[in-house]
């Protein structure tokens, strides 16, 4: 690919030193010091110096998806290609072999901004032209997702209050304020305050790739870290109908509310009771966060304005809320044509 234009002094400054950088040893390192076979001035190179950069500026369950992609999706195709090598024609070819792979849409897209990000850094670098991300940009059809229908919604209500247990009440503060799995899982008594019936998210649970991975080490751990904004820290009103329930469950403050131990479970776990609880109602499959879909969708159904649904969803925009979770029913599409005359 030519260059477009001259490099400023401060951009050829940048340059020398991360080529200074990347040159300081006869193996490019990661972030973590683990020597690669990577030759300096490669794709390879560029990504694990743009890992170590992230490693420090993110939280760790951001940071090693971002090595997982690196690692399994990026490096395969494009590691040994030499920065000086790379145009167009190159990232579309890779674009190409990944959508080959039959991926789910959010994985692609993760990948692909992933690769846009580290293009970026190169930019910022000196290292790549810009005209790059042009080619960087790939449009995604975003597919509906599956969202709890108001009956199905019902009829596991009433099988969950049938049962009565800190799971089924769980599983019931989840679809009446849609927080997350892990936000669940992460719940301790203490975050309940039945003085003014409301509780607070202040952390959340996921499985990560072990960042310390080696011989006789587990490969994932469980993570528990703060939620994963400023906004997803929140407090929200406890549903009325489960005020007395959990009140008469209710266990010490620092004992995990799924658990009742000092030590959480994890959102897989909870994942398979709840298949178990749609296949006892006979409910259509889905995932866990469609009752989130269906909290946000049926809030907004009934005319909920859109910044208050957005608040207890722990979104950082109203655009994230109108963007993934607004959902138009054939109801309000009947309501709307029989509203004209």
């Not at 005209?131 to 997702?145: D, I, M």
């Not at 202040?202 to 400023?230: A, F, M």
């Not at 005020?243 to 799924?258: E, Q, T, V």
Request: aromatic share 8%; charged share 25%; proline share 4%.
């Amino acid at each position: 690919m030519k260059k477009t234009e001259e490099k400023s002094p401060e951009t050829a400054r940048r340059t020398k030193a991360v080529l200074e950088e990347m040159n300081a040893s006869p193996a490019c390192r990661t972030p973590r010091g683990e020597s690669t076979a990577a030759p300096c001035g490669t794709m390879e190179a560029l990504c694990y110096d743009w890992l170590g950069n992230r490693y420090a500026t993110v939280k760790k369950s951001t940071y090693t998806g971002y090595s997982y992609c690196v690692r399994i999706h990026i490096l395969p195709y494009l590691g040994t290609v030499p920065l000086a090598a790379l145009d167009g024609d190159t990232v579309l070819s890779f674009i190409e072999k990944i959508q080959e792979k039959g991926l789910a849409d959010t994985t692609m897209n993760f990948i692909f901004s992933t690769l846009k990000f580290i293009v970026k850094y190169g930019v910022h670098c000196g290292l790549i032209d810009k005209e790059l991300l042009e080619y960087c940009s790939v449009s995604f059809r975003k597919r509906e997702s599956r969202v709890l229908m108001v009956q199905d919604s019902v009829r596991m209500k009433e099988y969950l209050l049938a049962k009565n247990t800190v799971f089924s009440v769980s599983i019931l503060l989840c679809r009446s304020t849609g927080i997350r799995i892990g936000e669940l899982c992460g719940l301790k008594w203490g975050d309940l305050d039945f003085t003014s019936n409301t509780f607070c998210v202040r952390r959340t649970v996921s499985r990560i790739q072990n960042p310390n991975h080696s011989d006789g080490q587990p490969k994932t751990i469980l993570y528990i870290r703060t939620p994963k904004s400023y906004t997803s820290a929140r407090e929200i009103p406890i549903p009325g109908y489960l005020i007395d329930s959990l009140k008469s469950m209710r266990k010490a403050d620092d004992l995990y509310l799924l658990t009742g131990k000092n030590t959480c479970t994890e959102p897989r776990n909870v994942q398979k009771k709840f298949k178990t609880i749609l296949r006892r109602c006979e409910m259509q499959d889905c995932n866990f966060h469609a009752m989130r879909h269906g909290f946000a969708t049926a809030c907004l159904e009934k005319g909920v304005d859109c910044k208050t649904v957005s608040s207890i969803l722990g979104h950082a925009s109203i655009r994230t809320t109108m963007d993934f979770y607004l959902h138009t029913s054939m109801r309000q599409k009947q309501n709307c044509i029989d509203s004209l005359d």
